[in-house]
Structure formats: C-alpha cells, structure tokens
C-alpha cells in the first residue's frame, strides 16, 4: 500500500477545498433562495427512501454492529490500529471524554427527557400514557442510543484508522476505499468521497448547532425570560463559533481535549444529582430492569420494521436515527480514529461500543424515568405539556421540578454550550484534515476558516429558514454512504485476514541461528544484556555493524535479481527494502530508540524529569507491521545477517499463503 508522505499531506488538497466549498455555497443559496422548494424536494427524496428503503438501512446497520462485535471477540481483536509497537496517545478516561463529547453528548441534553416522554405520550403499539406505555418508552429510548448508534461510528472508524495508522494511507474517508479500487484513491474517485464527506460534515454539524441554538434560547427564556428570537439565536451562535475557533487554533491535544474533559464532569455531577435528588431506588431499579429489557429484545427490535402494521412511526423516528447517524458517522467516526491510535481493535470496540453506550444508557435512565415518575406517579401534567408544546425546553421543565432547580440548570446550561463548542471545533478539525489529505498540522487560516464556516452557515440558514431542508438532505445522504460502508466493511476484513495470515507466518518455524555465528563469548553476551549503552554506543553500532550487514545482504538479492535498496534514514535509522512488484515488500530495519533506566540502577532518580543520564539506547528491529520488540545491539554482523534472512524467510511463507 501506497505510504502518505509527510510533505503532501503537510499541504492542502485544491480539488477537495475548493469542489467542497463550491458546492456548499451552491447549496446554501438553494436553501436560501428557496427554503420551502428545498425542504419539499429533499422531503420527497426522504419520503422515497422510507418508504423503499427503511428495511436496508435496517439490515445494513445491524450487519455494522454485528461486525464490530465479532471483530472485538475475534482474532482480529489482537491486531492494532498502528505498527505494533505504538501505544495509545490519550489516556482512556481523556479518550472516552473525547468519544462522548463528539458522539452524541448534545443529543442527551435535548432528548434525555423529551424522548421517553414522546414515546410514553404516543407510543408505536399499545395504549397512550399506561405503565406499559411507560416500559416501552424507555426501551425504544435505549434502543435507538445504545449499541447501534456506537456500531456505526465504530465500523467508520475501525475502518479509517486501521488504514491509515497500520498501512500508512492519509486519514481521510477515501482511504475506506482502498481494498476495492487501490491506488486510484488518489485521483478523482477519492476526491468525490472527501467532497462527500465534507460537505455531510459542515451541514450536519451547522444543523445542529442551527436547531442547538433553538434549545439554549428556550433555556435561557425558561430560566432568565430571555426573549426568543432569531436575532438572539444568531448571537448565540457567533458566541459559540468565536468559541469553536478558540478551541480549535489551540489543537486537539488542548482545546478540544480540555473541552471534553470539562464536560465530561460535568455531565457525571449532573447525573449523580439527578439520582440523588429523584427518586433514587426507584431509578436504579429502573436502570437495571430497563438494561435487561434492552438486551432481552436487542435482535427482535433490530430486525423490527412493522412490516405488519402499516405506520409512520418507524421513518419519523427509527430510520431517521438510523439516517442521522449515518450521515454523521464520517465526521464522528473520523475524529474517533483521531484520537484511537495505539489501541487494539478487541480495546477498540469493546471501549467505544460498550463506554459511552453504557453512560449514555444511565443518563436516559435517570433522566427519563425521573421525568416519567414525575408524570404518572405525581401527576406532574405541566411536565407533559411542555414536551408536547416545545421539546427543546423539556430538560429545564425537568430540572425546575428537582430541589436545587436553579442550579442543575444553569450546569445544564453550561454543558449544552459546551457541548456545542466541541462539536462545532471537532467538525471543523475533521473538515480541515479532509481537505488537507488527513494531516492535521495545517496552517492556522483552514482551522479558522472551517471553525468560522461552520457557524456562518448556521446563522444563515436560520436566517432563511432553510435548516429543515438541510436536515433532511443530510439524512437522505445517508443512504449512499451507507452503500459505500458496506463495501468498504468488506475491504476492512479482507485486509484484516492478509494482517492475520502475515502475524501467523512470523510464527513460523525456520532454521534457527546458531550461537556460533555470533562468535562472541558468553562474557560477551552477558555485557550485551546488562550494559545500558548511550545513544552515540548504538549509533556507532548500526554504522560499523548493521550498515555493511545490510549492504551484503541487498547485494546479495541483487544478484538474484531483486530490487533492493539500503537506506540510511537518519543517524538513528537505518532499513532494507526488497520490492516486490504488485505483492507486498519486505522491510527490515533498525533503530536507535531511548528508554529509562530501570528503578534499580539508580534507586534515588527522580521519574519526573528523566534526563539523558538516565536513560539508555537500544538498537530494535522493526519489520512493515512494526516494532519486534527485540535489541540486536551488540550482534555481530553475521548474527544480523542470518535474523535479516530469517524475517525474510517468513516474508516468503506470507506471500506463499496469500497467493
């Protein structure tokens, strides 16, 4: 596979910028111009895929899930989304505030209370406002933010990150594409996926901030008596952009990280006070008897289509999610890739499926059954009504009924903008690195110009009433993407299947080295094994030994007619490349990598600030896949030559079981 290169992804990519911001701004003016003959031209394409379509958005997002399960729980869960030496660059509670807070965290603000409440007043089946109603409200409720939702974002981003930090491609969405049409890629094929992607991005995350803002201004009306306004919504969106653009020239490791961590407490204390201010019993009987329920009814509530029963209920609420998290999962499942390198698919899946599904479970749980508790046990129909009236104020309708109302909204409040900011700076982060062939260290003006572009496109369209149509493209956008998935689901596996096979043929028995050829003592080895020796001691070690083990080897194969190059990549890196046409090349290599000196060497070291003197130097063998995790300083020059021919011995077996 065709290896990123570090200069052209460092730059933009013309055909992707300027085709995406054409086409937006030529769909802007559409929905400008005309909002109600968008909204009714997008309206009728929806209208066409629920009435035709719903049962393969069905399939197609339970084949997700149940592929992201069984690649967590296979083999396959052993393989890493990076050479295999790399560890994870975020800590897990950093990364789960991450995946939360670009996940779905607004969407729990807005439904938390609004949805269970929806369903128990006007439920698929049955009878309106019964406790059965009730059971069922919650278990529509956690089956449309549970498990699937996770399972979509989590394929996308299985399949970009393995791409691209295991097989060095650029991460961007093209690169999901890659088993299917290989190198073209790179042409216009992958431009018209990034386009894609962009523009589903920048309006889907400009719709919700558009229909967000909606929810803070009935907040703010709620609490303080602000005036409902579009004036007042389009101030709060250059607020919560200015925001975005603050955040996001700051960087993912700072802004956006800060953020998520931020809102993640957040949202823990406000749902601890939930559970102690309500009914607390009461709400955690409710938790468990409702996760039972869920994973009672998982597969007969996934295949359900109400194919028997002829309603509308399934496209304004199941095919819909199904839709928006679809349209949604290039952006989500692209930051998720972001900040998952490092960690194995089985840590992969099982943290990004089961964490935030289950956080996200709890908090309908608690928020739900509270407000239905309110409702049917103390006869709270004020609460009713104002779900009915306005969803977007049922959270602080909620909260005003809870001791300490005041205070659980205005941390609401608090979360709900912030939310809104770290969507808004992950989204442009996201576009950016789409533009820039997945490089994220791009100059300051694209970050601005995404992070800004996003909120003028909100405000417009609020402006011109144009973000129902808008919403409704996006959504129907889902149904090509999901098509592509599929495909691209399927190149996941099969390049899976090759990474395996090649795992099993480094198992492989070959003949093994014999101590003689080292021609050193066994004082020799001993020495190897406890001396720490320094930076320059390995250095010295690859130019005199390494250097002219891998100049007679590559002369070797040469003679054998074999493309084969030495490369001395820096002073601490030295390779042997063996190509080998349209199969898969062999690389050998070596590196001078530092580590600390273990505590014993010097017990009273400080670990906070390790110096040189602390640390020591190993000269490690690295193949395509990555670090083997052994040092051959210290190796004489024949010992190096027979581990070269021994990994290249395996490198045959490989080729030999793909063929």
């Known amino acids: 596979m065709q290896k990123s290169d570090t200069n052209e992804t460092a730059r933009l990519n013309p055909p992707v910028f ?166 073209r890629i790179y042409g216009p094929i992958g431009h018209a996926v990034d386009v894609f992607a962009v523009i589903g991005t920048v309006f889907g995350v400009a719709t919700s901030l558009g229909y967000g803002v909606l929810q803070v201004n009935s907040g703010l009306n709620y609490l303080f008596g602000t005036t409902v306004s579009v004036s007042t919504q389009v101030t709060l969106i250059i607020f919560v952009s200015a925001l975005a653009v603050i955040s996001v020239t700051t960087g993912l490791d700072k802004g956006i990280r800060r953020l998520s961590e931020l809102n993640m407490g957040l949202a823990i204390i406000l749902l601890l006070l939930v559970l102690a201010l309500g009914p607390t019993v009461y709400l955690l009987q409710d938790f468990v008897q409702n996760v039972g329920s869920y994973a009672s009814g998982l597969v007969q509530k996934t295949f ?13 609420w199941t095919i819909f999610y199904w839709g928006w998290w679809i349209a949604w999962a290039p952006f989500v499942g692209l930051f998720i890739a972001r900040i998952s390198r490092g960690r194995t698919i089985r840590d992969f899946t099982m943290g990004v499926l089961l964490v935030p599904a289950g956080f996200t479970l709890m908090w309908m749980s608690f928020f739900g059954n509270s407000a239905l508790h309110m409702i049917i046990n103390e006869h709270m129909v004020s609460l009713t009504q104002a779900v009915s009236k306005d969803a977007s104020t049922a959270l602080f309708a909620f909260l005003q009924h809870l001791p300490m109302g005041g205070f659980l909204s205005i941390i609401a409040m608090i979360m709900v903008v912030v939310f809104f900011v770290t969507s808004a700076d992950s989204g442009a982060m996201v576009v950016d690195m789409l533009c820039s062939n997945g490089n994220n260290n791009t100059p300051l003006w694209q970050r601005i110009f995404w992070a800004s572009g996003v909120g003028v496109v909100a405000a417009i369209l609020l402006l011109a009433g144009g973000l129902k149509a808008l919403q409704t493209m996006t959504i129907a956008s889902a149904l090509p993407f999901s098509i592509i998935l599929l495909i691209a689901t399927y190149g996941l596996i099969k390049a899976l299947r090759v990474d395996l096979v090649k795992r099993d043929s480094l198992q492989m028995n070959v003949m093994p080295t014999s101590p003689a050829i080292n021609n050193t003592g066994w004082k020799d080895r001993l020495s190897n094994i406890v001396d720490y020796p320094s930076e320059e001691v390995v250095n010295r070690f690859i130019e005199k030994t390494a250097k002219p083990a891998f100049e007679e080897v590559c002369q070797e194969l040469q003679n054998h007619n074999l493309q084969t190059n030495v490369q001395r990549i820096d002073k601490n890196r030295i390779q042997l490349v063996v190509e080998h046409g349209e199969e898969i090349d062999f690389l050998y290599e070596i590196r001078n990598r530092s580590h600390v000196k273990p505590e014993f060497i010097n017990p009273e070291a400080s670990t906070e600030d390790v110096g040189e003197d602390m640390r020591y130097h190993r000269a490690e063998v690295h193949l395509a896949e990555g670090g083997q995790d052994y040092d051959v300083m210290g190796w004489s020059k024949e010992a190096l030559i027979h581990d070269i021919i021994d990994h290249y011995h395996k490198h045959m077996h490989f080729l030999h079981v793909l063929r």
């Open 18 to 183: 300027f085709t995406s911001a054409g086409l937006i701004i030529a769909l802007l003016i559409f929905a400008v111009i005309s909002p109600k003959t968008a909204d009714t031209s997008f309206k009728a394409l929806q209208d066409a895929i629920v009435d035709n379509g719903s049962w393969f958005y069905v399939l197609a997002v339970a084949i997700m899930l149940i592929t992201v399960l069984f690649l967590g729980l296979s083999r396959y869960g052993d393989i890493k989304l990076g050479p295999d030496h790399a560890t994870p660059d975020y800590s897990k509670i950093t990364w789960f505030s991450m995946l939360f807070s670009a996940g779905m965290g607004i969407g729990l603000m807005f439904f938390g209370v609004a949805e269970p409440v929806m369903h128990y007043v006007n439920p698929p089946t049955g009878t309106p406002e019964t406790i059965a109603a009730a059971k069922e409200s919650m278990n529509i409720t956690f089956f449309h933010w549970g498990l699937h939702a996770w399972g979509i974002y989590a394929i996308v981003a299985l399949i970009l990150a393995f791409f691209s930090y295991r097989h060095g491609l650029p991460l961007t969405l093209r690169s999901a594409l890659y088993p299917i049409i290989g190198e």
């Open 304 to 316: 359900n289509l109400y194919a028997y029963k002829k309603t509308d209920w399934i496209g304004g």
